[in-house]
């Protein structure tokens, strides 16, 4: 058999991605050395595996049956950043194994977070400027100036990086009230509770934390707490939906996905992880540095949220079937694994890339999703969507209402479906209601991340 | 009531499948800089790429368009620029006068270009914007040239999730969204005012004569500041990228003609700037594309030639490097050109015959070097980027 084995490793990494990054291959030539029109090519999900993960070299490859021997091109594509291409000589009845290493972050703890791309490839303190050359154009040398004055931004963003924030627990109005305090412009809060974390590991430009995952038992809670149970005292405390980020007055506060895994243990591997960017700004305030980025580590749904997350939904189409194959978002759903916040996350790709028109499979069960869990905002809004898709607008609108009335969304993509619907509706006093509070969210993230007011 | 903006319709069309274009250039801002700048939009720069770039893609479109299935049914166009020079159709006579690109007048084009949508279900709609752009969070509006008057404040200008939303009540099946965007400090509007711009056009839900879901697909690149949106009286780099995806970069060959989809133009425009332009003039923070939904666009002849897309890794060695092509096997003659003969501001491109090629880089002064690459050329565009080492 003629064949690709691929393997991607992401260096100084622990754990996997089963369904991590988008390879496609095409021929190029065949093994007569002549191009072969059409061109064969195919675009498949593979494994990103972490080469501080025990077993990574015994680790499967990811299998490619080629039609013929030949030289191949091989395009991987991630979260964010450029592609990877490489070129592979093939021979005919023969099965070649290829290795790629990703690249590498110069920050040893941080593996996950350069195969996502959220932080940078190269140490953000080298000093950059591009020479003027002695015959340039006119343009050449307003375009060099323009990317000068750029690093020169960059430079003195990084000269003004802050201290490590305090981090503090925080709570909202309940429900429908938390969208109101934004409209009031009012930023002030509960006042927020300083955490006891345990110090993060950090250097000049990053920090990281690596919170304690809630056991079987406080995931239990976290997903009747989604039901409309009281969350216990001492599980609030240890697991608060908000979490307040403030460095010298600047304040970004989190939405942090506590009850991700349900009544499901992650792997040691897995769990969610908060990185505080000392240097670079949010897309929300791009004159001053500091950021904050919630990131989920699930060797089965992380790749996922980060093509989500980065906008590449043709991406994420490639990678769902997979990754719902695994573990669907209808067993999320009913406790089978993990819990309701993955099936959110699932609802909004099939519900995003939907075409086909009428009713699918899996339309009940995001009916289910909506009704079984009433302090999930998320899940009503994403059924009102899918209504105005089928054309049900009078029954859309209810459910959109009703996610608004629930509280803040957990996704930041269910702001844009709030967007969307209530712009298909023509409701201009609802997304007035939303509005100022959709310009402080991240849109670069998978969750809620809201910047507040008074930044300096 | 006539529409003004109409530079182009084939009437023929009416009641079958067709594609409906409503461009908007902005380049002249009344209350911008160096005008009678007010304290809203004061801060905006007069531009001079959206005038050429929305020509290019008029252009285009009057000449290249060809999607047999759904051909161009309709062409309307507003242009606001310093000197107003209308449109002249290639091939036609005297130039055409163009609305001004306000919010009346786009309100009146977007209007009839909206009515076009609806007469049949398989229509594809492409709305193309070139001008300043503000985007904070999950919101953007797209400036007008009346934008930030004493009267009407902030309301010269599209609030886009209003255009977009509204418009999946259009029959329209297939819908593009081409925003193409200076973007600057101008963002910090929406710190001041949450609700930034207005409804143009509204289609009210339930005049969709199908079931189907209305099909978006929205590019939107992250472009920052105007020397990186583009150089003086050239198209944008936005522009110049998009016109390269659906003429060679996009369309594949699967299905035996040459066809580009959505998604194989987003990717295609996606790479392009990205060689186009050094990543820090890139914002890495925002998506790119607000929502890729696949549907065929359009479809071209087999192409003859392999461009190759070339640049460093490092933006700082570019300005005095010369890139190098030698042929493997003698595919065809060497080929050599310096990064201050290039028309880009970050890379060079090459047309050379399919084959194995070797790309290298010779840069003053070195050290660093450039580690060379070898790559088969067997589609009608190539990507290189050389590592730049110490």
């Known amino acids: 058999m003629t064949g690709l084995q691929l393997k991607l490793v992401q260096p100084l990494a622990e754990g996997r991605l089963e369904v991590g990054a988008v390879a496609e291959l095409r021929l190029l030539l065949g093994a007569d050395g002549q191009q072969v029109r ?38 991987i594509r991630l979260p964010r950043g450029g592609d990877i291409e490489r070129e592979v000589d093939i021979v005919p009845g023969v099965t070649r194994s290829e290795i790629i290493d990703l690249p590498v972050s110069p920050h040893e703890y941080l593996g996950w977070q350069q195969f996502s791309g959220v932080v940078r490839n190269d140490p953000n303190r080298r000093v950059r400027n591009v020479p003027e050359p002695a015959g340039g154009t006119f343009d050449q040398l307003v375009s060099i100036k323009a990317l000068n004055s750029v690093y020169e931004h960059e430079a003195d963003l990084f000269n003004r990086r802050g201290d490590i924030p305090a981090v503090f627990s925080s709570e909202l109005p309940v429900a429908g009230d938390a969208w109101q305090l934004f409209s009031d412009t009012i930023d002030e809060t509960a006042p927020p509770v300083i955490t006891d974390w345990q110090n993060p590991i950090f250097d000049e430009e990053y ?49 942090v996905p506590w009850g ?50 980065s906008g590449r939904l043709e991406e994420a189409g490639e990678l769902a079937p997979d990754v719902f194959g695994r573990e669907s ?4 759903l009913y406790g089978k694994s993990k819990g309701p916040l993955s099936a959110v996350l699932g609802g909004l790709v099939l519900v995003s890339t939907s075409r086909d028109p009428g009713l699918q499979h899996w339309d009940q069960w995001l009916e289910n999703l909506a009704n079984w869990f009433p302090a999930l905002p998320d899940g009503a809004v994403l059924l009102g969507f899918r209504l105005l898709q089928l054309g049900q607008y009078d029954e859309g609108r209810a459910r959109l209402e009703e996610g608004l009335n629930r509280g803040i969304p957990y996704f930041a993509a269910t702001f844009r479906m709030l967007t969307l619907g209530f712009s298909q509706l023509e409701d201009d006093a609802a997304l007035k209601h939303i509005s ?17 007011s008074g930044s300096n | 009531m006539q529409d003004e903006a109409l530079v182009f319709e084939n009437q023929s ?34 531009l001079s790429s959206p005038a050429e770039s929305a020509r290019a893609i008029a252009n285009w479109f009057l000449t290249e368009f060809d999607n047999p299935d759904c051909p161009l049914g309709s062409l309307s166009f507003c242009l606001s620029e310093e000197s107003a020079q209308g449109y002249t159709p290639p091939g036609s006579g005297p130039p055409l006068t163009l609305p001004e690109a306000d919010i009346a007048a786009i309100k009146k084009a977007a209007g009839h270009w909206a009515n076009r949508l609806q007469s049949h279900d398989e229509n594809m709609a492409v709305f193309y914007f070139c001008g300043h752009g503000v985007s904070l969070g999950q919101k953007a509006a797209l400036l007008l040239s009346d934008f930030g008057s004493s009267t009407d404040g902030y309301d010269g200008a599209i609030e886009f999730d209003k255009l977009r939303g509204t418009l999946k009540n259009a029959t329209a099946d297939r819908q593009l969204f081409l925003l193409d965007c200076c973007r600057t400090r101008a963002d910090g509007l929406y710190r001041n005012e949450p609700d930034i711009g207005s409804r143009i056009l509204s289609i009210p839900p339930g005049s969709r004569r199908h079931g189907d879901v209305a099909r978006q697909c929205i590019l939107f690149p992250t472009i920052e500041g105007e020397m990186a949106f ?37 990717n295609a425009v996606d790479r392009l700037i990205e060689y186009r332009l050094p990543a820090e003039m890139r914002s890495k923070t925002v998506p790119n594309a607000l929502e890729a939904t696949n549907f065929e666009f359009n479809q071209i002849d087999p192409p003859t030639s392999t461009k190759s897309f070339i640049t460093l890794s490092d933006p700082s060695a570019w300005p005095d490097a010369e890139l190098d092509c030698l042929a493997v096997n003698g595919g065809g003659p060497a080929q050599s050109k310096r990064a201050d003969q290039s028309d880009e501001m970050a890379c060079c491109v090459f047309d050379l015959p399919p084959g194995e090629w070797e790309f290298s880089a010779t840069l003053n002064p070195q050290p660093p070097h450039a580690a060379p690459v070898k790559r088969t050329l067997a589609r009608p565009v190539t990507y290189v980027r050389l590592d730049v080492l110490p």
């Open chain 1, 260 to 309: 991700w895994w349900g009544m499901v243990l992650p792997q040691p591997s897995e769990g969610i992880r908060l990185l505080y960017d000392r240097a670079n700004p949010s897309p929300i305030n791009r004159e001053q540095p500091g950021r904050t980025v919630v990131s989920v580590q699930d060797r089965r749904w992380g790749g996922l949220l980060e093509f989500v997350a």
């Open chain 2, 230 to 266: 583009g150089q003086q009286n050239r198209p944008s780099v936005f522009a110049t990228s998009f016109l390269d995806a659906v003429r060679f970069a996009a369309p594949e060959d699967q299905t035996g003609p040459w066809i580009a989809t959505t998604s194989l133009i987003l």
């Open chain 2, 13 to 46: 069309l009416s009641s079958t499948p067709a594609t409906h274009v409503f461009i908007v250039g902005v380049g002249r801002y009344d209350f911008g800089r160096d005008k009678n700048e007010t304290l809203i939009a004061g801060d905006l720069a007069q």
């Open chain 1, 329 to 332: 978002p209808e067993d999320a």
């Open chain 1, 207 to 255: 920090c990281l934390w690596t919170p304690t995952m809630p056991n079987e038992e406080d995931g239990w809670n976290l997903v009747q707490a989604l039901r409309g149970d009281q969350l216990p005292d001492d599980v609030q405390q240890r697991f608060p939906r908000w979490m307040l980020f403030d460095r010298q007055g600047q304040r970004d506060l989190v939405s």
């Open chain 1, 38 to 75: 059409p061109m064969w090519h195919e675009t498949r999900p593979v494994a990103v595996w972490g080469s501080d993960s025990p077993e990574y070299e015994g680790a499967d490859f990811t299998q490619f049956d080629l039609p013929s021997g030949g030289r191949y091109g091989i395009t």
């Open chain 1, 436 to 452: 100022r509070l959709t310009t402080r969210v991240d849109p670069s993230q998978p969750f809620t991340v809201i910047r507040l």
